[in-house]
């Protein structure tokens, strides 16, 4: 029997003062769709009304974090602008709830994955992980934040180029770029979350929020644009042929020829 497509792919556990949530879709790679977006967003931003929670660790089933949004699950009459809405409250909420939050990369991120990852305050991947952002080559463009969470962090030079090329971008190129903190083999990747998860557990939850809210106010301040152009940007191009070209070679396995 097929998921129903309107339940929502993850799980989200209490263990002890850290709340641990995983998307449950691994025969997509963990692809997100409207109503996992939702969930997700809605369950991030009850935990900052959580006094209990004190850490929030998010990673993916299987052998991927996140590959982006899943396309053929946005159905049901969601338009681009509910869509757009909803990922931009999910990835708004990961970076602005008082709880830190840690990426647990345990395989690839591509799209709103990345997004999703890179608004996390901590970012731990396995050696076999991987960030993409593949918009251009079918006739999109970035978004989930991506447009300001990557030059953010690792600068101008390295969102260019993951962003125009469209192009695999390691692990350890990521670290070595300032994009995420470390990067771990698979034994050593949960060792590192945990300990980084308990010890935000037992700091004191005001001053932690406060020091997450004034590092953001620095790094984090083009952010609200950034995902105003997006949204205003990736409606326009899901309408246009060139995305209809893309998204047809892409299912058809040839290259596409744009406009």
């Known amino acids: 029997m097929a998921a129903d497509p309107a339940t929502p792919k993850f799980t989200a556990t209490r263990d002890g003062r850290v709340l ?3 998307l449950t879709n691994p025969q997509r790679l963990n692809a997100i769709d409207y109503a996992t977006m939702a969930g997700l967003g809605d369950t991030v931003t009850a935990a900052a009304d959580d006094a209990d929670v ?3 660790v998010i990673t993916g089933e299987g052998k991927a974090f996140c590959t ?3 396309l053929s699950a946005m159905s049901g009459g969601i338009g681009p602008e509910e869509v757009m809405d909803c990922a931009s409250r999910l990835v708004t909420a990961i970076a602005e709830t008082p709880v830190p939050v840690i990426a647990r990369i345990n395989g690839p991120a591509a799209g709103v994955g990345v997004g999703i990852a890179l608004a996390a305050d901590l970012v731990y991947a396995a050696e076999s992980a991987y960030f993409l952002l593949s918009f251009t080559n079918i006739g999109l463009m970035p978004d989930g934040g991506t447009t300001a969470l990557i030059a953010a962090a690792a ?5 260019n180029e993951m962003a125009l090329l469209g192009e695999r971008l390691p692990a350890t190129a990521a670290r070595d770029a300032g994009l995420i903190n470390a990067v771990l083999t698979e034994s050593e990747l949960d060792d590192r979350v945990d300990m980084a998860a308990e010890k935000l557990a037992r700091g004191p939850r005001r001053a932690i929020e406060l020091t997450k809210r004034a590092l953001n106010a620095t790094n984090l301040v083009a952010l609200a644009d ?3 152009r997006e949204k205003a940007g990736q409606v326009e191009l899901l309408g246009s042929p060139d995305f209809f070209e893309g998204a047809a070679a892409m299912l058809q396995k040839r290259k596409a020829v744009f406009s």
């Open 54 to 56: 004190r850490a929030i």
């Open 155 to 159: 600068g101008r030079a390295v969102a």
């Open 68 to 70: 982006g949004a899943d």
């Open 20 to 22: 641990r949530v995983t």
């Open 226 to 228: 950034a995902l105003a």
